[in-house]
């Protein structure tokens, strides 16, 4: 993912993060709705960031932002079939994506943000997924579970 402030930003940025990260969702989602049986669970994934205003991440947050008002309606338009939407917003998680390129001190300082002192492991992130699709989430829908150990 390349990151830029909005003055240094061209189109050309601009439309490969609408394209992949809000596009790509609502691709899917249309599949999904057309295509799943009653029961069914469809789970987006969003991000923290776009509750952390952080510099150089507007595109990226403003599309996470459109994910989540996505979610919140198809769960609202699948009235009736007994499918559930919701998505995950993870924080810093622990993946070689997160950790290239960052300094170590950078790292250590998000890790700090959130009061569980730690960045999330993908098996955070994993297990809130697998509990959105088990019958135990049953009841939740139009959701949006922030998996980021309390950042924001």
Do not use: C
């Not at 709705?33 to 952080?54: D, P, T």
């Not at 499918?83 to 995950?88: D, F, G, K, L, Y």
Request: net charge neutral; proline share 5%; charged share 20%.
């Amino acid at each position: 993912m390349q990151l830029s402030n909005i003055v240094g930003a061209d189109d050309a940025l601009f439309d490969r993060q609408i394209a992949v990260n809000l596009k790509g969702v609502f691709n899917g989602l249309r599949e999904a709705a057309k295509r799943l049986r009653e029961g069914g669970h469809i789970i987006n994934f969003s991000s923290s960031v776009m509750g952390l205003y952080q510099p150089t991440y507007a595109i990226y947050a403003a599309t996470k932002v459109g994910v989540e008002a996505m979610t919140h309606i198809l769960a609202k338009e699948l009235r009736g079939r007994s499918i559930t939407v919701n998505a995950i917003a993870p924080g810093p998680t622990a993946t070689d994506l997160f950790l290239k390129g960052k300094p170590q001190e950078a790292i250590n300082q998000l890790a700090k943000m959130a009061p569980l002192e730690r960045l999330g492991e993908p098996e955070d992130i994993a297990n809130a997924v697998a509990f959105l699709a088990s019958p135990d989430a049953a009841w939740i829908n139009g959701q949006v579970l922030r998996a980021n150990g309390g950042i924001i």
